[in-house]
């Protein structure tokens, strides 16, 4: 199988070079190249890899602008992946001290406590894994994954009798308990938090409650999270879907606006020339000049965006394929350690 790492695709990148570190406009050619300095510990995309003289040479963008070519010796690639729901552990938690370089300063704890935390990318750093969390889509720094619970997903009946019993929540934040009168046919445990004792459960089909685990583990504790870790190359192709799967999205928001600029466009011409009206309005003027610059700039986007997706497509079937070996291989693996566990008691 091709090296995933070398393949070419959108990646996302923290800056980290040695001072004096040049971006050019030009490989190799220090007219107006810039330096490093001021773009460090920003967070930048890769547009396209271009190898000169052995070395790989990655085009750069930050925000919205196109800086230049250079080749990464010490930045961090962050690695990508579809959402992953956790809880905060508040076990002496520290911040990383990256989140500073990175301008991001906040009061974690008080931002992460008793909320249900979204964890969709992951670097390493300094020999750490720390992990990207997000509250409610807005990005909240690198975090130690030491400090999280991921929620593990179950299918567990809870006998009637056993489940009312409990005091029912309607928010993991579990402060207050809900006043609702529950009339109790059926229940089932969906998902736990197995180090913060709580779990939600889902009652007539239809309602969901959160309750503790206290009395409880006979039903909990066949439930495992999987402790089958990650190989780099897996890391690497869930942020190569999770990059083609953006890169999805983003193409159909390009030909979407597209198609609205020219319905406007339509909707704004009268026999064949535009009205009167706007002719003669400077400011709609100016405001058809902007969108042309946009549309413009669209355009070249979608071009970059259909040759990526056309290139990528032949090769994402053979990483899909490739994923269900590992997706089989990890399953093997659980089923081992389940057995073992079994055989040692």
């Given at each position: 199988?091709?090296?995933?790492?070398?393949?070419?695709?959108?990646?996302?990148?923290?800056?980290?070079?040695?001072?004096?570190?040049?971006?050019?406009?030009?490989?190799?050619?220090?007219?107006?190249?810039?330096?490093?300095?001021?773009?460090?510990?920003?967070?930048?995309?890769?547009?396209?890899?271009?190898?000169?003289?052995?070395?790989?040479?990655?085009?750069?963008?930050?925000?919205?602008?196109?800086?230049?070519?250079?080749?990464?010796?010490?930045?961090?690639?962050?690695?990508?992946?579809?959402?992953?729901?956790?809880?905060?552990?508040?076990?002496?938690?520290?911040?990383?001290?990256?989140?500073?370089?990175?301008?991001?300063?906040?009061?974690?704890?008080?931002?992460?406590?008793?909320?249900?935390?979204?964890?969709?990318?992951?670097?390493?750093?300094?020999?750490?894994?720390?992990?990207?969390?997000?509250?409610?889509?807005?990005?909240?720094?690198?975090?130690?994954?030491?400090?999280?619970?991921?929620?593990?997903?179950?299918?567990?009946?809870?006998?009637?009798?056993?489940?009312?019993?409990?005091?029912?929540?309607?928010?993991?934040?579990?402060?207050?308990?809900?006043?609702?009168?529950?009339?109790?046919?059926?229940?089932?445990?969906?998902?736990?938090?197995?180090?913060?004792?709580?779990?939600?459960?889902?009652?007539?089909?239809?309602?969901?409650?959160?309750?503790?685990?206290?009395?409880?583990?006979?039903?909990?504790?066949?439930?495992?999270?999987?402790?089958?870790?990650?190989?780099?190359?897996?890391?690497?192709?869930?942020?190569?879907?999770?990059?083609?799967?953006?890169?999805?999205?983003?193409?159909?928001?390009?030909?979407?606006?597209?198609?609205?600029?020219?319905?406007?466009?339509?909707?704004?011409?009268?026999?064949?020339?535009?009205?009167?009206?706007?002719?003669?309005?400077?400011?709609?003027?100016?405001?058809?000049?902007?969108?042309?610059?946009?549309?413009?700039?669209?355009?070249?986007?979608l071009k970059l965006s259909e040759t990526r997706l056309e290139q990528q497509r032949d090769y994402n079937k053979r990483l899909?394929?490739?994923?269900?070996?590992?997706?089989?291989?990890?399953?093997?693996?659980?089923?081992?350690?389940?057995?073992?566990?079994?055989?040692?008691?």
């Amino acid at each position: 199988m091709e090296n995933i790492k070398s393949y070419d695709y959108p990646k996302q990148i923290i800056l980290n070079e040695e001072d004096g570190t040049k971006i050019y406009k030009k490989i190799g050619n220090d007219e107006n190249s810039v330096e490093v300095d001021d773009y460090q510990w920003q967070v930048v995309s890769t547009i396209t890899d271009k190898i000169d003289n052995q070395n790989v040479f990655s085009l750069i963008q930050h925000e919205d602008s196109q800086l230049g070519w250079i080749s990464f010796k010490n930045s961090i690639q962050i690695f990508r992946f579809e959402p992953e729901i956790s809880r905060f552990i508040d076990d002496e938690f520290e911040a990383n001290k990256i989140n500073e370089k990175l301008g991001i300063n906040k009061d974690f704890r008080t931002h992460f406590t008793g909320k249900l935390l979204s964890i969709k990318s992951e670097i390493l750093y300094e020999g750490n894994r720390l992990l990207g969390i997000f509250v409610k889509d807005k990005f909240f720094g690198f975090h130690d994954e030491k400090y999280f619970e991921k929620l593990i997903n179950c299918n567990i009946s809870i006998p009637k009798d056993i489940i009312s019993q409990k005091e029912f929540y309607k928010t993991s934040k579990m402060s207050e308990a809900s006043n609702e009168e529950v009339i109790l046919t059926e229940a089932v445990m969906i998902s736990i938090f197995k180090k913060s004792n709580i779990g939600k459960v889902k009652v007539n089909s239809k309602e969901y409650y959160w309750v503790y685990l206290d009395g409880l583990e006979e039903y909990t504790e066949q439930i495992q999270e999987s402790s089958v870790s990650k190989s780099n190359e897996q890391k690497q192709i869930d942020d190569l879907f999770y990059a083609v799967k953006k890169e999805r999205q983003h193409s159909k928001e390009i030909v979407k606006t597209v198609l609205s600029f020219k319905e406007y466009m339509k909707s704004r011409k009268v026999n064949g020339t535009l009205d009167y009206d706007i002719a003669s309005n400077n400011e709609l003027r100016k405001e058809l000049d902007n969108l042309k610059i946009k549309i413009e700039k669209l355009n070249k986007n979608l071009k970059l965006s259909e040759t990526r997706l056309e290139q990528q497509r032949d090769y994402n079937k053979r990483l899909e394929a490739q994923k269900d070996k590992y997706k089989d291989r990890m399953t093997l693996l659980e089923e081992k350690f389940r057995k073992l566990k079994e055989k040692a008691k």
